[in-house]
């Protein structure tokens, strides 16, 4: 195992003003990522993976706590560091595909090489070998509207990913693909992880696609309730996984 691409140290998240209407939606929040690893966030609705989420992807902030990718701390940097941090280390991959309608899926996977500053000679081989590796080649002079929900969501990985990025991070990555899409997806993101040691965390309600990480980190009430870790098959893994969940007392499995 790598050394640490993602270190939360003691993370609170508290939304509202002091005085007001106080909500504490992440308490006392410690663990890591090594560098190569796929990790799964799962918890109740409501629990706060997403806000977990949000503060490592730098979308938003902690109230205190220290967190750190790839060694360099997040926390106290100003607007515009966190902005070129986020374009050079880090992919994203949401529900909703957010990909731009006006453009093509080749000026939509670029997007991240054009904030990096990559020289505009080096953008079309990287798109089309990114492309290539989702098996959407076909696809870069269509429109988002032109293709497919799983087409889509292969698009927006590869969007993730053109720039190299440190550190994938998912919110519910596979929440609006059928089963067999989703399936791709995950598939595809498992051969990132082990050919080519992308690290990816991902927020997911699905015991299936949890059980494609090799460690699923609960959270209940915004603290760590338990770490589990894949080691035997797939199949194994997932009714862990559904083990865990109804213990959370979730009807999501
Ligand atoms: N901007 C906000 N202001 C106030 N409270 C918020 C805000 N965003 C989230 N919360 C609260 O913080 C808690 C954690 O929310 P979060 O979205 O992180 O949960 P989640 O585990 O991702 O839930 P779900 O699985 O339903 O998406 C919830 O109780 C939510 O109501």
């Not at 429109?143 to 994938?168: F, M, W």
Request: hydrophobic share 40%; with cysteine.
């Amino acid at each position: 195992m790598g050394s640490p691409v993602v270190e939360v140290r003691n993370v609170q998240k508290v939304y509202g003003k002091k005085g007001g209407n106080q909500f504490k939606a992440l308490n006392d929040v410690t663990f890591s990522m090594q560098e190569g690893e796929f990790v799964g966030i799962m918890g109740p609705s409501g629990s706060g993976k997403t806000t977990l989420l949000n503060v490592i992807s730098t979308l938003d902030q902690v109230t205190s706590g220290e967190i750190k990718i790839d060694n360099v701390d997040i926390t106290d940097m100003g607007q515009d560091e966190l902005s070129d941090f986020r374009s050079q280390k880090l992919g994203f991959i949401f529900q909703d595909f957010n990909l731009l309608e006006n453009m093509t899926i080749a000026e939509n996977i670029a997007l991240p090489l054009y904030l990096q500053g990559t020289p505009a000679k080096n953008i079309d081989a990287k798109v089309v070998t990114v492309a290539k590796r989702l098996g959407i080649e076909e696809l870069l002079q269509k429109y988002p509207a032109e293709i497919s929900g799983g087409q889509k969501q292969r698009s927006a990985a590869a969007r993730a990913l053109v720039h190299e990025p440190t550190v994938i991070l998912g919110d519910e990555p596979t929440g609006a693909l059928d089963s067999k899409n989703a399936t791709s997806l995950l598939e595809t993101m498992k051969d990132l992880n082990d050919r080519q040691n992308v690290s990816i965390m991902m927020v997911t309600h699905d015991a299936y696609s949890a059980s494609y990480c090799q460690r699923i980190i609960f959270i209940q009430d915004g603290k760590l309730h338990k770490e589990i870790h894949r080691s035997a098959t797939r199949e194994l893994f997932y009714k862990e996984i559904l083990d865990v969940l109804a213990q959370l007392g979730t009807k999501n499995a």
